[in-house]
Every structure is written in structure tokens, then in C-alpha cells.
């Protein structure tokens, strides 16, 4: 069976530039199997893209190439990447959505063996020209050396993911992310969490704009209807929601906004 | 061939979730094959999931596996359900979304077989952790059965889904859903006010909000543009559109908003 | 291996009709490939649907039927169409989406053979009903010429495109389609552009509403954040944009709005 390739852009879902990526990687793989991730990261927002993109991959099966493409650099001499992590590939334009990928990346390679590419090859759709034919390639077989030469991770353009900081008792955090439900995802997670508590969970205090949250919940509906609650989230990081609510809507808050956590 | 698997969730399409899913489901079952019903239920709308559900799994081949995950009570006590209705399975929250399809229910399950789930089992996403790994092991030949133990179906959650109420020669019903479109789609069924008007369609009269319409169209364009409809959609319910405009945000009615169809 | 069908519609992707044509798709035809063009056309937007599978059908694999079903005139008496172009096959209402399509087509069937329908057919859902099943028997390897009898090319309905018009070293022009990113597409293509120039780009002038632009930029970073860029797009189309913006909000320009390239 082919690998999966699973798909990350900005494209939206209106026009056709997801649907035609697809129809390359069919053309030049019949067999390839397509997840979506998803194509309604907000245009051009990189930062997002690296948080999606770090929380997934690892749930799909080993020999997946996850092809994300985030790119407003689409088209200048920013490089194309295919970076190796354990037996998932990630092809992906090196302009920081891999920063959270890069601590576990064994190898990097630049993606620009261009028999690989459609020809002739556009200035503003490498997705299609670029990413889906060399995705495609990958799935039917070719190792990715054969992409181009490899290159040291370290020149790897990162973005900052800043950790929290520790002051005395209190975690200095912020908002990092927001999912779908208006949730605020913050940078602090649960084990940096467990070590200020001793595993105590229920001691911790949660400060965020005009809230203080006492104690970590269990789950989303733990509180009230409308009542904030602080939770580990799926991607194991503090998270800052209102039950059966929007927090970013209702509280008007957002990223980069301060979260406090201590004891 | 492996049975397919459905997914309608209140997930929306710009986060990972509904991807991780996917990508468990492959984990688990490589040979999977699945078709997104929708990922954009409203936030928490078990209601529209409801009729989403029950208006589509019928035309699914027999075998396939219908997973809906709205789920704000993801984490409590709620239980997670497996029901077999004929050759279909429907795996889902016991919150209420299953109402429409539990009277044809022919036997169900509570999913409590923890050997089935992802490890360890979060609070906050059991369609990462259980429904995509127990999907994934029925779609490779699991017996229902093997997901937990026989529970009886009138201890089901059941949302309200009232009928409409005859008084003479009217019908009192209201609009129970609104689809992408704007139509207003009301539950009355074709079948009711076949009986009312004996057959006699165009002698019907359908008075919502301002609105009095007199007949019930062939189809949407049978007005010209703007014009108000009343027909019977592809659910065989009663609904009421504007020729080629958004009834909902035209004429500003919503949900439960009161329709009259007499002769 | 069964050819890919794909999909384009204006049924979003909230509601279940999708899913159910999907569902359609594999009960006729388990071994059925589907990927998903675009849902989201706007509510009857023929015109852009039009331009969107013009732009998309080629990039897939030889044998893909294509299923267009943005149909504001489902249950009327217009037809339902199947075009040959090539060894692709294209199935939709005969409302003028398959205008750009027109000249490239070698054959054209009225879709008319209710055997290969599903009945009883609605008079609201043909996507379900006829579009589906339809493209699953041809999926399954059903003839072209068995769905119903041959028609002539002429008598398809054809949405206007106008061409561009040019007027000494001026071509007059207008946005035709606007893309999810915002840029503005127009209908002047590179070839006529580059016969204009003699080849060279750079001396070419557009005027769009308030804005010049002088020369074609090879890529939508060319410029500094917000600033405008004209290029030639993935449909090889001028384009409009603004670099890292959204030029139809922030230039508050639209469809039809004039724009003249020069020297």
C-alpha cells in the first residue's frame, strides 16, 4: 500500500488550488492515498501552520509525507525543505512552519532536483508544481535523497516559539494559538505545569487578562455554562476555555496575550 | 473491500482534529476508506447533527460506519454509543444525537472496551482517542459486540423532535433546521401533508412569519427571483426558500419559528 | 484501477449533501475515487464555477470524470449534459458552467437514460439523484454514449466571457474571478499581454480603479508587505494583488471592474 500524504495549506476551500494539487499527485501516483489537514490556515499565517502541522503528524502512520504549504514567499529564492523525522517526511517551504519540527528532525535535504517538478514550473503555484509532483513521487517510491542535496539543519530558517518563563512560583506564558472553538491554547504544558505543582493540579491558579481560574479542570463542561475553565488540551498544552462558549469572542482576548500560571 | 467510514463532526476544518482522526483511523486500519459528512457542524449544534445524520446515513452502502462526534460533554460521564440500525453502524456521544435514528435502532452498545482506545485516553478529545480507533477496528471486521456491552435503547438520550400538530384542516408545524442555503426547513413531511390535502399539493397553503404562499413548487427556480417557494426537499420535509436568495437572512426567521400548512 | 470522479458544488460544507452524493457514489460503484474540486462555490455562482473546473480539469489524470453540480435551476426542464474534451469527461447542468469548456469539447450527450438514476427522483437534489449515480456507472466503465442521446456543441448554453479588447498599445480588460487570497483575476491572458510588449514584461503599465502599476512582477513578495503586484497567475490570467494583503477588501475593487494593460 502507498504512503499517505496528508495536505496543510492556506488555499482555502472556494477555488480549485487544493483540488488541482490533488490532481497532480493522482497524475503522476494513481495509487496515492490524500488526508486533508487542513486548507483554512489563515492566509499567510506561518505561525499557526507550525503549531497544526507539530500536533498532527505524529498521529498518522510511519512512511506519511505531510506536504505543507504555507508559503507567502512563494515564487523569491526562499528554499523548498523534505526534512526526515523518524519515518515521517515533511515537505515544506523553509520559512519557520517547521520550527517545532526541527528539535526532533534527523535529516534535512533542499528540495531542487527539478526533473521532478511540472514544467514549466510557475512563479505563484509551487504547490502544484513543486510540492504535489515531488509528494507524489515520494509516495510511489523515491527516496528522498533523490530530491536534492542535503543541508544542515541548522541553516534552517526558525520562527520564535517563545517557552514560558519561570519566576519563583509562577509560570510567565502567553497565547500562542486559537482553535475553532475560540479556545486559547497557551505555550505551557502539562509536565512544565506538573513540576510547579508537585502533580497537585487542583492548587495551580490560572491568571489571564481580567480572569483568575482556580484549579485545572477535567474537562470542557466542568463548569457552568458560560464558565471559564483551564484545562491540559489535547495537544497536552494549558488551555484557557469558556463551557459551551467562544473565550477569544466572549473575552475579546488573543494571541500573545499573558497567561499566568502558579501555585 | 474495507467498509467505509463516515465522519460528521463540530470540529471545523482549520484545526488538525478532524485530520488526527484520519490519521488514527489509518493507523489503525490501513485499508480504511473514508468520506467527511461534514466537520462544520455549529460548535456543540447536537441538534443540526441530529438531522444531518439521520437525512444521510441511509444512502451510505450497507456495512459503512457513521461517526459523529459533537460532543461538548466530551470528558463527563456522558457514554459513548454503538448502534446497529440494519446493515449501518452509528457511533456517537450519548447526548441526543442519535434521536432520529433510534427508532430504527435495532440494537445498542455502550463503548466502554478500553483495550479498543488510544493510550492514554484524554478528557478533551475522544475522537482522537476512542471513536477513530473503535471506527477503525470495526471497518477491520471487529464485531459490534467486542466495543462494550448490550445496553437497552430506552435508556438512550433523546433530544425533543416534536411532530407537528394537526387542529382541523391545519397542520401547526415549525422550522426545525436551515441549510447552507438559507432555506427554512420545517418538519413537516410530505407524507402528512399528502393526507391534509389529499394528494391535492397545489391546493395547499403555507403561512410563516409575513409570508402566506399559496401551492407548493416543483422546485426552486419555479418563482421567479426572490420570490418565495414552499416545496418538499430532498428530505421530503417541508421547506420554505426565496427563488434564488437566502430565506433566512432575508426574511430574518430562524429556528422554531412557527409554519402553517392547511388547505 | 477506477478512474478519479471529482467534484464541484455550491452545497458547502455544512449540511449533508456532499456526503450523501458521496454516498451515492460508492453504493453504485464501491471501487469509486472522489476528490473534492471545491464545495464552496458561492450560492449559484455559475460564473465562477465555470472558470474554476476550466482551470482545474486538466491537471488530472486521463479518464477523471468531473461532476459540476452548481445547478440554480434543479427540477426545471434545463438539461443535464455530458462533455467528451479530450479523454476527460465532464457531467453538469446545461446551464453555462461548461462555457470556457465549450471550444476544447468533442462531444456532448444529453444526460437522459433514468435507468441510471436513482428513484424516485427529487425535483431538488439532481446531485443525489442523477449526478451521482451517473458518475459512478461511468466510473464503473459505462460508455459516454450510453447516459442518453448526443447533442450538437452548438446548441449548450454559453455564459459571456468576454474577451479582452485592444485599442492601439492598450488592452481593456476586467477582474473575471476573485480568489480566496483576495487577488483580482483578470481576463487578459499572458499571450496577449506578451504580444502587446514584445516579450518584455517589464515595460508594461495596468491601471486598475486608483491604482498604476508599471511592470509584471515575477512573484507576490515582489513588492514590500501591502504594496500592489501585477503578475501572471497559475491560470497564466494577470492578476492583481496586493503582497501579503487582500487586495478585494483593502482596494475595495471587484468583479467587472475595468482594467487596461499598456505600454
Redesign the interface.
Known amino acids: 500500500?502507498t504512503p499517505?500524504i496528508?495536505l496543510t495549506t492556506d488555499?482555502?476551500?472556494?477555488?480549485?488550488?487544493?483540488?488541482?494539487m490533488?490532481?497532480?499527485i493522482?497524475?503522476r501516483c494513481?495509487?496515492a492515498?490524500m488526508?486533508?489537514?487542513?486548507?483554512?490556515?489563515?492566509?499567510?499565517d506561518v505561525r499557526?501552520a507550525a503549531q497544526?502541522?507539530a500536533?498532527?503528524y505524529g498521529?498518522?502512520?510511519g512512511g506519511?509525507i505531510h506536504v505543507v504549504v504555507v508559503d507567502?514567499?512563494?515564487?523569491?529564492d526562499r528554499r523548498i525543505i523534505l526534512l526526515e523525522i523518524g519515518d515521517h517526511l515533511i515537505l515544506a517551504p523553509d520559512n519557520g512552519v517547521t520550527s517545532l519540527l526541527l528539535p526532533r528532525s534527523t535529516r534535512a535535504y533542499e528540495v531542487n532536483n527539478s526533473d521532478l517538478f511540472l514544467q514549466p514550473v510557475?512563479?505563484?503555484?509551487h504547490g502544484?508544481d513543486i510540492f504535489a509532483p515531488v509528494a507524489a513521487h515520494l509516495a510511489c517510491g523515491l527516496p528522498p535523497a533523490a530530491v536534492g542535496h542535503e543541508i544542515a539543519p541548522h541553516s534552517l530558517v526558525r520562527l520564535p516559539f517563545p517557552a514560558p518563563r519561570q519566576d519563583g512560583d509562577t509560570l510567565h506564558g502567553a497565547v500562542s494559538d486559537i482553535?475553532?472553538?475560540g479556545n486559547l491554547i497557551t505555550n505551557i504544558d502539562r509536565e512544565s505545569a506538573g513540576r510547579l505543582c508537585s502533580g497537585n493540579f487542583h492548587n495551580l491558579r490560572v491568571v489571564i487578562g481580567p480572569l483568575t481560574i482556580r484549579g485545572i479542570s477535567?474537562?470542557?463542561?466542568?463548569a457552568g455554562p458560560g464558565a471559564p475553565v483551564a484545562?491540559?488540551?489535547?495537544r497536552n498544552l494549558l488551555e484557557i476555555g469558556l463551557c459551551?462558549g467562544?473565550a477569544a469572542l466572549e473575552l475579546q482576548l488573543g494571541l500573545d496575550c499573558e497567561v499566568c500560571l502558579s501555585i
Chains 1, 2, 3 share one sequence.
Open positions: 500500500m499517505l496528508t488555499f482555502g476551500l472556494r477555488d480549485e488550488f487544493a483540488g488541482v490533488k490532481g497532480v493522482c497524475s494513481p495509487a492515498r488526508v486533508d489537514l487542513t486548507h483554512n490556515i489563515a492566509p499567510h499557526h497544526v502541522i500536533a498532527a498521529y498518522f502512520p506519511t507567502p514567499g512563494v515564487g523569491s510557475s512563479t505563484t503555484f502544484r482553535d475553532h472553538f477535567p474537562a470542557y463542561n466542568a484545562l491540559f488540551n489535547s459551551r467562544n
